[in-house]
């Protein structure tokens, strides 16, 4: 891990390459520029410390979203609000679909942009 980040994240609970792990990540330019052990130390302008009671994550989970799809696709659909929350940090949104007719479906749509 080079020196010199803008900011550096020391994670003891971090999600990188789909596990839980300590870490430390270095960030430059608003972004992730090196991960590397937690054990390891870099300069930067601001340093973030983690407790193992934090979790440090790729991208939030928006767990409350309306799409309106099925029912007004010409009005919003998934591309729009998935394209949005992607390009907002938001990978992956937890969407709670209803009918035409305001019915609600019987399980939320687990929807990874």
Do not use: Y
């Amino acid at each position: 891990m080079t020196v010199g980040f803008d900011l550096v994240i020391r994670a003891p609970r971090a999600i990188c390459r789909g596990a839980e792990m300590p870490a430390t990540i270095g960030v430059r330019a608003g972004r992730i520029a090196a991960v590397g052990p937690l054990e390891h130390t870099a300069a930067a302008q601001n340093v973030i410390e983690l407790t193992d009671r934090e979790v440090l994550l790729p991208g939030l989970v928006d767990s409350h979203v309306h799409i309106c799809e099925p029912g007004h696709a010409d009005w919003e659909g998934f591309a729009t609000p998935t394209m949005a929350a992607a390009a907002g940090g938001m990978p992956a949104q937890l969407a709670g679909l209803r009918l035409r007719s305001r019915t609600k479906l019987p399980l939320p749509l687990m929807r990874s942009t």
